[in-house]
């Protein structure tokens, strides 16, 4: 049969599969008699020459400028850079030509090529984008507004890693008021009215007997009375103490308590666990140091030091925290029999750990609200 017969060739098989079809067509040799051949088969009017390749690149930029609609695109495509296209054809012409001018005009042709893909991209999205404005569709596909999210507050991110750093040692969170009752704030914590100890605290009171809370220590006594032993907590929260206000002192802060009461626990194991929490937070290499200290609701009570990390050069230590084993008082006060059950307690403020972990030197930029702060972390 004649394979070149157009009414033939649509019973020609596919190559490559459904998948991946290319007419078998595509690949016969040209013949000069078909129709569909003519264009290629036909000789060029003249050989293929940098002049000319220079002449058609812009005769085509032009056509392509004049375009204004997707279809005339397409045409100009087809016609151009098509299998079939003028630029093609010119390409294949280059076969004959000497090797010097066919390098030479091989070169200028791929780089007209190139500049003429570009043009083409670049023209159909300059259509398409002017179809889209003389419409009243709404694309999709168009990129939202950049929505300006915030950022936690540099208390905030300090607080989730104090927290983060005692609940992978098995401590839970809990919270308590801020507005709290004088029995909670003192006297469960062995600070009974008129003791000179309340005056370690400047209390701001609402009416008597509720005041706003000068430390996070109460949640160890409502927490104790609400469960049994075991208990490991830590409780974030904001304190209040009627103070003035300096570079290391605010009238409102943060403060994280922290409670762990059990059979047979001892200072070593509130050595053990704070040792932990300054290595997750501090880094590896860090040092602790304790020496003693007066709190009235743990005995033995100590503050703790780190290495100076920020000057490792120097031997100073610098205090983070108050700590101690339980008072028996405060045991028995929520109904636990201290002679079975022992205990250790801490808190930090999470704004001087933020200051020596950044290098902050005045707790007033925490509340300040200076956005060039905040933005810092």
Known sequence: PNFLDPAYRPRLYFLGGYDNPFPLTDFLPTHPLHPSC??????????????????????????????????????WRVS????????????????????????EVGGRA???KNTLEEALARRTREIAQAELEASDRLDVTLPGRPIITGRLHPTTQIVREICQAFMAMGFSVVE????????????????????????MWNSLWVDY????????????????????????????????RYEATDATHEWHFYQVEGLAVAEGITFADLKGTLYEFARRVFGEDRQIR????????????????????????????IEIMGAGMVHPKVLAGVGYDPDRYTGFAFGMGPERI????????DIRHFYSNDVRFLRQF
Request: hydrophobic letters at 35%; a negative charge.
């Open 38 to 75: 003519a264009a290629v088969s036909q000789p060029a009017s003249q050989p293929p020459t940098p002049e000319l390749v220079d002449q058609l690149t812009q005769t085509a930029l032009t056509a392509l400028g004049a375009i204004s609609d997707g279809a005339a695109v397409e045409e």
């Open 209 to 240: 007997p509720m005041l706003l809370r000068t430390h996070t220590s109460p949640m160890q006594a409502r927490v104790m009375e609400a469960q049994e032993p075991p208990v490991r907590v830590v409780v974030p929260g904001k304190c209040y």
């Open 290 to 317: 304790f020496r003693c200290d007066y709190f009235p609701f743990v005995e033995p009570g100590v503050d703790m030091s780190i290495s100076n990390f920020r000057d490792p050069a120097t031997e100073d230590w």
């Open 80 to 103: 151009w850079l098509g299998r079939r296209g003028q630029f093609t054809g010119l390409l294949r012409g280059l076969s004959g030509l000497d090797p010097d001018l066919r390098r």
């Open 354 to 361: 933020g200051m020596l972990k950044y290098g902050i030197d």
């Open 176 to 199: 308590g008021p801020e507005v709290e009752l004088d029995h909670y704030n003192f006297e469960m914590l062995n600070i009974p009215s008129g003791h000179p100890a309340r005056d």
């Open 110 to 112: 791929n780089q007209a």
